[in-house]
């Protein structure tokens, strides 16, 4: 059964550093999103991709967050100066649908610790 | 934008028992899907629901979406350890590729 990949599964980093998560979404799906759980609550939206543009993104989603689909394969996103309360398990997501009807397929997910 | 509520936070059953989780919107929601959370694992979708009224069933699991649209709830009969998880609902806004807004989410504990 096709699954959304990540890598890597646990990244740490300084405070300051730059870091890029990776995710391959199921191949046919359209619709690509990332979404963070801070250990222990609930999981918050970050951003929705779709047709090579970002289609929608929360507050938490500022101007240090990135997103690329460099290929037609990988959907990264990028934080270019860590804090510390980035540290959290971000997730990919992917869906073969989007509006009001799209069931999302997530990934393992990427614990990034900054220290 | 549109919160849901989730309740209760934690629910602890003895194997066999029922559990119930509940969701709740000040406003009427277009859709509701639920989403299940293995400890350390990440989220799987187990429904969605879009017509008032609505219910369906997954073997034990049986989900409903009120008549009003701002409520919804997961019932499991006669648990099981395998049912051990955290359990959200999720609310798409749609108007494209909109993302999901999740509740806090129950936290299903089950004791042998």
């Known amino acids: 059964e096709p699954e959304v990949t990540q890598t890597p599964s646990h990244q740490v980093t300084q405070m300051g550093q730059e870091v890029i998560l990776r995710c391959v979404p199921i191949s046919n799906h359209l619709y690509f999103y990332w979404y963070r759980q801070i250990l222990g609550q609930k999981v918050e939206f970050l951003v929705s991709?779709?047709?090579?543009?970002?289609?929608?993104k929360s507050e938490i989603f500022d101007d240090q967050f990135s997103v690329e689909r460099p290929d037609g394969s990988n959907f990264t996103l990028k934080i270019r100066s860590t804090k510390l309360e980035d540290s959290a398990m971000y997730f990919c997501?992917?869906?073969?649908?989007?509006?009001?009807?799209?069931?999302?397929?997530f990934g393992p997910g990427t614990r990034l610790t900054v220290t | 934008g549109q919160q849901v509520m989730q309740i209760p936070q934690y629910q602890h059953v003895q194997e066999g028992e029922d559990f119930t989780t509940y969701c709740n919107s000040s406003?009427?929601?277009?859709?509701i899907q639920w989403y299940k959370q293995r400890p350390g694992g990440h989220p799987v979708f187990l429904i969605q629901l879009v017509k008032s009224g609505e219910v369906k069933k997954q073997k034990r699991l049986t989900f409903q979406f009120g008549e009003a649209k701002k409520n919804s709830s997961l019932h499991i009969t006669a648990t099981q350890t395998t049912d051990v998880g955290t359990y959200f609902c999720a609310h798409q806004r749609g108007g494209g590729a909109d993302g999901l807004t999740f509740g806090k989410g129950t936290h299903l504990i089950i004791q042998p």
């Open positions: 991709f779709y047709n090579n543009e970002i289609s929608e």
């Open positions: 997501a992917s869906s073969p649908q989007g509006q009001g009807a799209g069931e999302q397929y």
């Open positions: 406003t009427t929601l277009s859709n």
